[in-house]
C-alpha cells in the first residue's frame, strides 16, 4: 500500500509537472505575441474600420484626376493661343494634382482598395475662360471642400490620410496664390494680364511628396510636408 500510495503521489507530481509547463508555455506564447504587432487586418476589416476616409479618400482621388487632366488641357489650349506663360503655370499645377493624385492611390492601396481613373469629359475654352474657371474651382475646393472632407473622415484617425489631404489643402492655398490677380484679370483687364505673363519669366518647382507649389525653390525643406528641397521637381517651360 505504501509503494501504490507512493506511486500515485508521484503520478501526481508528474501530472501537475506538466500542466505547469504547458501553462508557462502558453503564457509565454501569449506574451510574445503581444511583443509583436499584429497587422491591421488582424485586428479589424480596414474597409469596416475606415469606411469613411476611403470613401473620401477615393472621391479626392477621382478629383485629382480629373483636375490633372484638365490643366494639362488648358495648358494646351494656351499653347495654342500663343500664351506660353499661362501655360506654364497650368503644367505647375497639373503636375502638383498629379502627386495628389499619387499619394492618395498609395494610401488607398494599402487599405486593399484599388481604384481606376475615369476618363470624363474635359470642358475646355479659351485661355480667358479657362483661367476663369481654374479661379473657381480652387476657391471652391480651398473654402468648402477640404474642411468638410477633413472634418467627415476626423474621427476613424488615419494619420497618413489626414495627413496628405491637409497636404494637399495647403498646396491647393499655394494654387490660389498663383492665381489670385487673375480673377480680376479675366474680365476687361485680360489683356493687360497677358502682356504681363508675356513680360516675366517665371520659374515653376513641385514637392514630388506633398504637390507644393512655389515659384523658387525653398532654401532647406518643403514648407508643407518638411521633406528635404531634393524632392522638388522644376517644371520647364512647356511646348506644343
Known amino acids: 500500500m505504501r509503494n501504490a500510495a507512493k506511486y500515485s503521489i508521484s503520478q501526481t507530481?508528474?501530472?501537475?509537472?506538466?500542466?505547469?509547463?504547458?501553462?508557462?508555455?502558453?503564457?509565454?506564447a501569449g506574451l510574445a505575441a503581444l511583443a509583436i504587432p499584429r497587422p491591421l487586418w488582424s485586428v479589424e476589416d480596414p474597409k469596416t474600420?475606415?469606411?469613411?476616409?476611403?470613401?473620401?479618400?477615393?472621391?479626392?482621388?477621382?478629383?485629382?484626376?480629373?483636375?490633372?487632366?484638365?490643366?494639362?488641357a488648358y495648358k494646351k489650349q494656351?499653347?495654342?493661343?500663343?500664351?506660353?506663360?499661362i501655360a506654364h503655370l497650368f503644367a505647375a499645377m497639373a503636375d502638383s494634382e498629379s502627386v495628389h493624385e499619387k499619394r492618395f492611390s498609395e494610401i488607398l492601396?494599402?487599405?486593399?482598395?484599388?481604384v481606376e481613373s475615369t476618363n470624363q469629359s474635359i470642358q475646355v475654352g479659351s485661355t480667358k475662360e479657362n483661367l476663369k474657371y481654374a479661379t473657381d474651382v480652387e476657391l471652391s475646393e480651398i473654402d468648402v471642400n477640404y474642411p468638410k472632407y477633413l472634418a467627415r473622415i476626423w474621427d476613424e484617425k488615419h494619420s497618413k490620410a489626414l495627413k496628405y489631404i491637409d497636404f494637399?489643402?495647403?498646396?491647393?492655398?499655394?494654387?490660389?496664390e498663383l492665381i489670385k490677380d487673375i480673377q480680376s484679370g479675366t474680365g476687361v483687364f485680360f489683356g493687360i494680364l497677358?502682356?504681363?505673363?508675356?513680360?516675366?519669366?517665371?520659374?515653376?518647382?513641385v514637392c514630388q511628396n506633398c504637390g507644393s507649389t512655389l515659384t523658387a525653390k525653398p532654401n532647406e525643406r518643403c514648407p508643407i510636408c518638411t521633406l528635404p528641397v531634393s524632392w522638388y521637381k522644376e517644371i520647364k517651360l512647356p511646348t506644343l
Open 13 to 28: 507530481s508528474n501530472v501537475v509537472a506538466t500542466s505547469r509547463r504547458r501553462f508557462l508555455v502558453w503564457i509565454g
Open 109 to 114: 492601396a494599402k487599405l486593399g482598395v484599388q
Open 168 to 176: 494637399s489643402w495647403k498646396s491647393e492655398k499655394q494654387h490660389r
Open 194 to 205: 497677358v502682356e504681363r505673363f508675356r513680360s516675366t519669366t517665371v520659374r515653376y518647382f
Open 49 to 72: 474600420a475606415y469606411r469613411e476616409t476611403i470613401a473620401v479618400l477615393t472621391m479626392l482621388y477621382h478629383g485629382e484626376v480629373e483636375s490633372h487632366r484638365r490643366y494639362d
Open 78 to 85: 494656351a499653347l495654342k493661343d500663343g500664351h506660353v506663360n
